[in-house]
């Protein structure tokens, strides 16, 4: 039972950090043009994203 | 490969810089602190080196705060700061090589669905695999007192994720039950609700069996189904959207005081004068006061020969300024206007077709009584038989969740979602699945004439007596002129070399011609009676047309036009009458013009029909019980598009039509309507079958359930295999296209040979 105390919680832990990444990666439009994202790794310069936030 | 293309050719010939400066300001809303975003829509981005371009050639211009290209899309998204004037976007990608075109901002609307359903995903997604994991460990026998703790964690992990991922369901059936009528959605809220409710009760009685993981898994699953197939129909729709609008934002009106206002169509009022230069689409109805040109109609009227227009001439909203500048007085306003007639002829028809019901309510109308009949029937006969509530009522829930329609509820979208998929590949934009149901069932099939069956674009079909020379010359006289005429002229000395001879000036006579001095000759092209004015040729005018080159006021030689079929028409009217199929020519352009091509296709025509006997002959046939088909691209189809029991529209259609099909081909040829009946047939044949393996699924599963031996684990497996099995099936349409593009392989050479036979 001891064991459960522990494992339990990191295996729900390690679970809700991958959504919370999902979650966010969302957000932040990075799933809005995926055909595009896989062009541009190809370009030299790196630009970021300019999201409303950022500006 | 060739890249990033720059479309060679023409001469640019811009509308009103002016005009096209307010155009983008009225599409540009301010979305931060004194900056403006702008939309534009560049259909032919492809590839990494198209987005360095563009992005570079944006992000150097003056004012410019940020340029990003979306390549999935095909859009360009440019920020840039509002207190200056709007940079030159449009004549910037131009000169890169790119076609662009407004598209109208829209805050994040479309994409608000879209991301509610991935979140939802996503959170069923977590908690599935979560929930799925410590039900194995149950499965395998874990001992009661950790069984009590893993049921309590799943139900711990199952609530939010039901309160937040199941909304999507509830808020739907919600909405069907509270007007009296019921969806899938409606048996599939049932079936988890009380799953998560009876697994919730045996936790709180330490009992052995919970569903959590049937419940959540479910919702995953059909979120899955939901999620795509609102992928599929965004993306159709941000394609059509992309396409040029062909109505007008705005125009310029004449204030009193003599100043020029740009005012959006919706705000032009009868009586305003309104100038209107060539290149610009008439903006509501109208009359010319001052000026003469020529406009073209085909999306109007259905005629397809530009029509000649001086003071007093009568201009319906929608229809092409050509050549020269007109000053107008509007007539009506824009819901008064011709479009506006059309868009309430459209609405009245449409209410005839949304009596349709779409196959999934259907089978869902009859299922969901049925289910909830059986549930209740085997409570009843379980308390009969044993007088023990809690038991009976324990089986009839496991009732409910075994016939929870995970099956059927994929059944239907998976094949649609794979059938929508494969009609975008080819080109051919699905508005909702429902259209492909209807197009299934179609028997006949009417296509407009102009724009639909034939390109809507003239081409030089003969010359007497031109050489390459006198071609050559006509072409370089031609580049400078928006005349449809012209173009293609200009298309067809393409390949010829230069003419020796230069152009001093070179004017445009709006609806006359062009005429170009060189040295001291004078080259007129255009109407006969003006090229050779002053030289009495009596008898050798054929007819409007034709048009003639002279030099000096003696001819040259003369160009004559038609407007040619698109490409693969024959094949694919001789396609359909093969597959069965009724076609029909109806058109609004004059009996003369219709009746050799409809002669060509060997097919009954009607010409010279308004808009008005194109929706009574539609509604004729279907009330003689054929189901119609309408392929049409005008504003004079639209009311017809939305009266047919499935459309399909060009993209090269007016806007309206585009709206109002079902359908948007975005290539030339014709055979996508062949296509897309055969796709829209087996897609079908495919639902069929798995609305017959849900059923049968039942059948096998129902049983075992009433005898009260489901298990969670025999849920699991049964509800997964189901839904496994139908999506399987609907991949067999995405297979049966790999052997399609085989077959179509060796059919190629005997296309060629037609073309080669043309």
Not at chain 2, 4 to 27: F, K, T
Not at chain 2, 60 to 84: F, I, P
Not at chain 2, 747 to 753: D, E, G, S, V
Request: proline share 4%.
């Amino acid at each position: 039972m001891k064991d459960y105390f522990f494992l339990i919680p990191i295996a729900l832990g390690l679970g809700l950090a991958a959504l919370a990444a999902f979650m966010w990666s969302l957000k932040t439009r990075q799933y809005d043009d995926l055909e595009g994202a896989a062009v541009r790794i190809l370009q030299e310069e790196d630009v970021p994203i300019r999201t409303k936030s950022g500006q | 490969m060739s890249c990033c293309g720059s479309q060679a050719g023409l001469v640019a010939l811009r509308p009103d810089a002016r005009a096209a400066d307010e155009e983008v300001l009225l599409a540009s809303p301010i979305v931060a602190d004194g900056v403006r975003q702008t939309d534009l829509s560049v259909p032919t981005i492809h590839c990494g080196a198209c987005i360095r371009t563009i992005e570079k050639a944006l992000d150097g211009l003056a004012g410019v705060e940020s340029a990003r290209v979306n390549l999935s899309t095909r859009r360009v998204t440019v920020k840039w700061r509002a207190d200056g004037p709007p940079p030159p976007l449009i004549e910037t990608l131009e000169q890169a090589g790119f076609q662009a075109h407004l598209f109208d901002f829209e805050p994040d609307s479309g994409d608000g669905a879209r991301s509610e359903l991935v979140r939802a995903l996503a959170v069923a997604g977590f908690a599935a695999s979560n929930i799925m994991l410590l039900s194995v460990s149950v499965w395998a026998g874990a001992e009661a007192e950790t069984r009590n703790l893993f049921h309590w964690l799943s139900a711990i992990i199952a609530l939010p994720a039901l309160a937040y991922s199941g909304r999507v369901f509830f808020r739907s059936a919600w909405q069907a039950v509270r007007h009296g009528r019921t969806n899938m959605d409606v048996p599939i809220s049932l079936g988890v609700l009380l799953a998560f409710g009876m697994s919730f009760y045996e936790t709180m009685v330490l009992g052995p069996h919970a569903y959590f993981d049937a419940a959540i898994s479910l919702l995953f699953v059909l979120l899955v189904g939901r999620t795509l197939d609102h992928m599929v129909r965004e993306r159709a729709r941000l394609a059509v959207k992309g396409l040029a609008q062909l109505s007008a934002r705005g125009a310029f009106v004449l204030q009193e005081d003599g100043t020029q206002l740009y005012l959006p169509t919706n705000e032009i009022r009868t009586g305003m004068t309104i100038l209107l230069a060539a290149g610009d689409r008439v903006p509501v109805d109208a009359t010319v006061t001052k000026g003469s040109s020529e406009m073209d109609v085909s999306l109007v009227s259905g005629e397809h020969a530009p029509v000649r227009v001086a003071t007093g001439s009568v201009l319906r909203a929608g229809t092409l300024n050509l050549t020269g500048p007109l000053t107008i007085v509007a007539t009506a306003t824009s819901g008064d206007s011709f479009l506006g007639e059309m868009v309430r002829m459209m609405e009245a028809a449409e209410q005839g077709r949304s009596s349709y019901r779409r196959i999934a309510d259907r089978a869902a109308s009859l299922y969901a009584p049925a289910v909830h009949l059986t549930a209740l029937m085997t409570f009843v006969g379980w308390l009969v038989a044993t007088a023990d509530m809690h038991h009976a009522l324990t089986i009839a829930i496991a009732v409910l969740i075994i016939t929870c329609p995970c099956a059927l509820g994929l059944a239907v979208p998976m094949v649609q979602v794979v059938a929508a998929r494969r009609l975008f590949d080819a080109g051919i934009m699905v508005k909702d699945g429902g259209a492909l149901e209807r197009l299934a069932e179609a028997d006949t099939v009417v296509f407009d004439k102009t724009g639909t069956l034939t390109a809507g674009v003239p081409r030089l079909i003969g010359s007497c007596d031109a050489s390459r020379e006198t071609t050559a010359i006509a072409a370089e006289l031609a580049a400078h002129s928006r005349h449809p005429y012209s173009r293609a002229l200009v298309e067809a000395g393409a390949g010829l070399p230069a003419p020796h001879i230069a152009f001093d000036e070179i004017s445009e006579h709006p609806g006359y011609g062009l005429e170009a001095r060189s040295g001291a000759s004078v080259y007129r092209l255009g109407r006969p009676e003006w090229a050779l004015a002053g030289v009495t040729e009596a008898g050798s005018i054929s007819g409007n047309e034709s048009v003639v080159l002279a030099k000096d006021g003696s001819r040259l030689s003369d160009f004559r036009f038609e407007d040619r079929l698109r490409a693969d028409a024959a094949t694919a009217v001789a396609e359909l009458k093969e597959m069965g199929f009724r076609v029909q020519v109806i058109s609004g352009d004059r009996e003369i013009s219709v009746r050799p091509i409809a002669a060509e296709l060997g097919v009954p025509w009607l010409a010279a029909a308004l808009p008005g006997d194109k929706t009574t002959h539609i509604a004729a046939l279907e009330a003689s019980g054929r189901k119609v088909l309408m392929v049409g691209d005008g504003l004079n189809d639209a009311p017809a598009l939305a009266a047919a029991h499935a459309s399909m529209a060009p993209a090269s259609a007016a806007d309206v039509g585009r709206n109002a099909a079902d359908m948007v081909f975005l290539h030339e040829s014709l055979t996508a309507v062949p296509l897309a009946i055969s796709i829209a047939r087996s897609a079908g044949r495919l639902v069929r079958q798995n609305l017959a393996l849900a059923t049968a699924y039942n059948v096998i599963a129902v049983p075992i359930a009433i005898l009260g031996h489901v298990t969670p684990l025999v849920a699991a497996v049964a509800m997964s295999g189901s839904s496994i099995l139908v999506v399987a099936n609907a991949l067999r349409l995405e297979s049966r296209r790999r052997s399609a593009h085989a077959a179509g392989g060796a059919r190629l050479p005997t296309k060629a040979a037609m073309e080669a036979a043309e």
